[in-house]
């Protein structure tokens, strides 16, 4: 990741490599007064149907999910301050009273992006998710590192200098300052670190943040320019003395007359193979190194000591991409920044032209699936102006992120010969939320049920870790996979059972053991709590970084799960001889919880959508024991707001849902089947009106089956429907209240429900739904 101070690529003095080196800003001429400036991102589109519940999804929040995390007090457009290329450091945490929290400090240059320029850097924390970033957080200087951290298996919070603290000595070492905090980034201390470079180079700059590999060593790419000019590329520095010294592993790219390296981003894969992506510059017009290439990834399958040779990256864009030249199509980008989300899917952030993630979702790297996050160019003026394709991209939970970047950078981005910027000529830091989706919906939401007391946990995982407030029963399902953020035991092996709140047919688990350590166990299930069976998954010899998913054959029946953890060796201190973590766990069901959906998006697997969405964390949802639902409103007089589930065909049905409406004008609830032509058609039709009353629709008239206010409104209810091709039976609340229903229209089979509001005239309608249960 590039860091201040840079050099601008359009000063005189600098020689062909030093500007593949340290430039900034485009050093070759870009398309000027492209109308692709004009379109703003506005996030993933809204269609009719929603993404697939059993395929991945990448989700980018729409403008309600966009914002400033910091706009200098005072600016201006035309009187522009400093705030660009920005970096993430996040920590899991702890409020005062032991909420769990997860820190994002955002940092971000606010000198010049200049050779002489001072450097200076500022910083603002968020401890909600990234939904405000308070000035009162803000500091100067007073954060030494430039560059993102790691928080280590210990606990520390590691950095490095952007830039070394000395010069190439010899040409074969030089010092970088390492940046260490023990208490989740709050301060920080600071201490030389040797690089050995064995290699004959004139400059050396960190290129992102370190990892730590399982057996302890820490490992970070540096780019590098030759004493005499003539080559310029990336390797990986390795440190087994817990990052003091630092000796040449590999050089994962050498560049070449036609190529050059530089900002790398670096990750390992679920499988613990390491993956680079990295800037890539090819000869301009003039046939200097200063023009962007396509990224370049190279891969490690022996910790880093051999590397794949470069190649080009490949990413598809189903929603577009504007490139730089058009008849090309090529992608270009800079300061790759990878991250392995919890749930084991791959992240990569980068940008230029405009900014932009991708996810591989296949362990390896590649098949990218990208879609753009932010737009902020001139439509007259450089097509890379406006926002430089810096930032960073960070975890918040399992499956959703924060990824932040820059508008104008005050040195080149926003000159005032440009004008009609995408967003505005005025320099900020903005965030934007994302979604990463792992397959199936029905993601039990533990944490929530946990906190609410509606679910408990029988373990001897309870060891309290000194230093580590989060290695705790509840770290097991707090979203994230911090090594300390886990349920912990010393001195042997542990139990951990969930008792859950319902008897849940489970469709799949999520789980990582203690994260990049050797681990092993197994899960069970039962219906009692007394008889368990054979396990449902058991996994041996796993070193997980993420969690690794098991999809059971058929749904098991479980009101109780347990996991058995082997004893483990090479333990912590205060831990003894032998341990055992639990990292994260996750349950799915047939129970569609909207847990593992797009935020306030389409919901995933359904079709026929109207004014129909995912909603999370609203106060509504404070009396529901998870944090998401399905939201259907109707302010139209001209459509009918509604949702389609398309699920198996068979002979009966089970549909069971809870229902919160907010304000009742006539929510309506089918089952839709097949009839013996084969199309489809309304099997039952049920409604509960505007007084709370439960009706069924005859064909030709309704019959009221309960008395008015049996649904209040802002309450939670759960209405159930027992189908079958003659008859169908309806209870509220686990109360029957009508039985032998006939259908409205006979089908020959059943297969599909849906919401809706209470007709195309009408409006005022707003439900929230939870909890769909649509079984054979």
């Known amino acids: 990741m590039r860091r201040p101070v840079r050099i601008h ?92 929290i997860r820190k994002q400090y955002a940092r971000f240059s606010e000198g010049a992006d200049t050779a002489t320029a001072p450097s200076r850097s500022g910083q603002v924390l ?74 004959n180079l004139a400059w050396t ?111 598809s864009f189903p929603n577009g991409y504007d490139p730089i030249n058009d008849t090309t199509g090529a992608l270009t980008a800079v300061s790759p920044d990878l991250k392995l989300m919890p749930n084991g899917i791959l992240v990569l952030r980068s940008g230029r032209p405009d900014n932009w993630v991708a996810i591989s979702t296949n362990g390896e790297g590649t098949g990218w699936v990208g879609q753009l996050t932010y737009r902020n160019c001139p439509t007259a003026g450089n097509r890379t102006h406006g926002s430089t394709g810096y930032g960073a991209i960070d975890y918040l939970t399992a499956n959703r992120a924060v990824v932040i970047g820059d508008t104008c950078e005050t040195t080149w981005s926003c000159p005032s010969a440009d004008s009609g910027f995408t967003v505005k000529k005025e320099t900020e830091i903005w965030k934007r939320w994302i979604d990463v989706l792992t397959p199936d919906v029905g993601r039990i939401d533990l944490a929530t049920k946990y906190r609410k007391h ?62 990049g350590r050797q681990a092993g166990g197994r899960v069970y299930a039962s219906a009692d709590g007394v008889t368990w069976g054979a396990p449902l998954a058991t996994l041996t010899d796993r070193t997980h970084l993420a969690m690794e998913y098991v999809t059971l054959s058929t749904p098991v029946n479980a009101r109780y799960v347990k996991v058995e953890l082997d004893a483990g060796s090479d333990c912590d201190d205060g831990l003894g001889t032998s341990c055992a973590f639990l990292n994260e766990l996750e349950l799915y069901s047939s129970i569609n919880s909207f847990e593992n959906d797009p935020v306030n998006n389409r919901p995933r697997g359904f079709t026929n959508i109207t004014t129909a969405w995912q909603t999370t964390r609203t106060t509504e949802l404070d009396d529901n024991d998870s944090a998401s639902a399905l939201r259907i409103v109707d302010n139209n007089t001209e459509a009918i707001s509604q949702v389609t589930w398309n699920g198996t065909t068979s002979a009966s049905k089970t549909f069971e849902f809870r229902l919160k409406p907010i304000s009742l004008v006539g929510f309506l609830f089918d089952v839709l089947g097949k009839d013996a032509a084969g199309n489809t058609v309304t099997a039952y039709h049920f409604a509960v009106g505007a007084h709370g009353e439960i009706s069924r629709y005859t064909g030709s008239a309704w019959v009221q089956l309960t008395a008015q206010g049996a649904v ?21 609340n686990g109360t029957t209240v009508a039985t032998g229903l006939p259908y409205m229209t006979k089908p020959a089979s059943l297969s599909a429900y849906k919401f809706a509001s209470n007709g195309t005239p009408s409006t005022g309608d707003n439900y929230l739904v939870d909890d769909v249960l649509f079984t054979s």
Request: proline content about 6%.
């Open 9 to 100: 690529a359009a000063a005189a003095a600098v020689t062909t490599l030093l500007v593949a080196g340290f430039g900034a800003a485009p050093a070759s001429a870009a398309p000027a007064n492209d109308p692709a400036c004009a379109t703003a991102i506005t996030g993933s589109p809204v269609n009719s149907s929603g993404p697939s519940a059993t395929g991945y999804a990448l989700n980018i929040g729409g403008w309600t999910e966009v914002g400033p995390v910091w706009n200098p007090p005072g600016d201006t457009a035309g009187a522009l301050r400093q705030a660009a290329f920005p970096s993430l450091i996040s920590a899991d945490s702890v409020t005062e009273d032991g909420t769990p």
């Open 126 to 199: 968020s401890v909600d998710g990234g939904t405000s970033w308070p000035a009162s957080t803000y500091t100067v200087d007073s954060v030494p590192p430039t560059n993102g951290a790691i928080r280590l298996r210990g606990g520390t919070l590691l950095s490095y200098s952007f830039k070394a603290a000395d010069g190439v000595g010899g040409g074969t070492a030089t010092t970088y300052t390492a940046y260490r905090s023990t208490d989740d980034g709050t301060t920080w201390t600071a201490a030389p670190s040797t690089f050995g470079l064995v290699a």
């Open 205 to 315: 700059r960190v290129a992102g943040v370190p990892l730590e590999l399982a057996d302890g060593t820490i490992v970070v790419t540096i780019y590098w320019s030759t004493a005499d000019g003539s080559n310029s590329g990336v390797q990986l520095e390795a440190s087994t003395d817990g990052g003091q010294t630092f000796s040449r592993r590999a050089v994962i790219a050498n560049g070449n007359a036609t190529n050059s390296y530089n900002e790398t981003g670096i990750a390992q894969l679920p499988s613990g193979k390491l993956i680079a992506v990295m800037r890539h510059q090819v000869p301009d017009s003039a046939g200097k190194l200063t023009a962007l290439g396509t990224p370049a990834w190279s891969t490690s399958t022996d910790n880093g000591v051999t590397w794949t040779a470069p190649q080009n990256l490949s990413v």
């Open 454 to 515: 509606v679910i408990t946990v029988d373990t001897d995982l309870t060891t309290a870790v000194a230093g580590h407030p989060r290695a705790r029963v509840d770290g097991a399902f707090d979203g994230s996979t911090e090594y300390w953020s886990s349920a912990v035991k010393a001195g042997g092996a542990g139990t951990y059972t969930l008792n859950l709140d319902r008897t849940y047919p489970l469709t799949k688990i999520g789980i990582a053991l203690r994260n």
């Open 712 to 732: 209040p409104v802002n309450a939670w209810s759960t209405i159930k429907v027992t189908a079958g091709t003659s008859t169908a039976a309806v209870s509220l």
